[in-house]
């Protein structure tokens, strides 16, 4: 059982993603279980296997504690701490092969607080786990939000604590010229640093955000962190983030059990 955090920004296309590769997935059997962590979602793409909402609830935690609708969500993952051993167990009675971990689009909640990082970390226990991070088509495309997105995405490992493969969704809003760019910098900390300059961005500030590139490295990696391109919505590069998750989970590209897979 393998577990794959998505995290991300608000709006970066999280829940989409979990839906679109996790068909993905079953197209190529392998069993897959939908988990949603959000307390405060009101509409999924897909229907979760273990839903957290089910334990929690931000609507009914805002009303009850009268708290505003940030407070209520962190208010709620604070309460599912003691629901951890429960959402474990309802993941393990799936047996899926992988685990997809939807989360908040409030970022503070994995990246600054101590409780998201804390429920993440009870409910995968012992089994091998990486983080999905993801980046807005839109604010990659532009160097300093694709820098800002850069501190972010090295926040949360740092906070998690997994391998984290980081991937721009949304593939199909962009040119092919703009995916060119974008892989530019991303595999040059001097790319993006002139990007950044050119810009008008503080000397002393681009050379921070290119120095996040080399933090961000794949794991034994001395290369810049990579970002892999993904459409929810086409499907483009589902086929590579498979593969990139393969690497950190279980060091190869293709899915391996005790037990031969149907794939083989």
Same mark, same amino acid.
């Given at each position: ?11 970066s ?7 679109a590769?996790?068909?993905w ?49 962190v ?10 051993d ?11 092969n992988y685990?997809?971990?939807d ?18 970390? #009870? ?15 839109v ?9 800002s997105s850069?501190?972010l ?18 593939a ?37 955000a290119?120095k996040?590139?080399?933090a ?11 970002l892999?391109f ?11 983030i ?16 005790? #037990? ?5």
């Amino acid at each position: 059982m393998f577990f794959i955090v998505v995290v991300g920004p608000a709006g970066s296309g999280k829940s989409h993603l979990v839906d679109a590769f996790g068909d993905w997935l079953e197209f190529n059997e392998l069993g897959v279980a939908r988990v949603n962590l959000d307390p405060a979602v009101e509409w999924l793409p897909y229907e979760p296997d273990v839903d957290v909402r089910e334990y929690v609830d931000a609507r009914t935690v805002m009303k009850k504690h009268r708290l505003g609708p940030n407070g209520a969500l962190v208010a709620s993952i604070d309460m599912l701490i003691d629901y951890v051993d429960n959402i474990r167990s309802e993941i393990e009675a799936t047996q899926a092969n992988y685990v997809l971990v939807d989360t908040p689009g409030q970022m503070e909640l994995f990246a600054f607080r101590d409780t998201g990082p804390y429920v993440i970390r #009870e409910i995968i226990g012992d089994s091998r786990a990486a983080t999905l991070f993801i980046f807005d088509a839109v604010f990659a495309s532009n160097p300093r939000s694709l820098a800002s997105s850069l501190f972010l995405a090295l926040s949360a490992r740092i906070r998690l604590g997994l391998p984290q493969v980081n991937a721009v969704s949304k593939a199909d809003l962009l040119q092919p010229e703009q995916m060119d760019e974008i892989e530019e910098q991303v595999n040059s900390p001097e790319n993006l640093y002139n990007a950044l300059v050119a810009k008008g961005m503080d000397p002393l500030m681009a050379e921070a955000a290119a120095k996040t590139l080399e933090a961000l490295a794949p794991e034994g990696s001395t290369a810049p962190a990579a970002l892999r391109f993904v459409s929810a919505l086409s499907g483009y590069g589902l086929d590579d983030i498979y593969a990139a998750l393969q690497q950190v989970l279980a060091g190869g590209e293709d899915f391996y059990t005790e #037990e031969p897979s149907p794939r083989h």
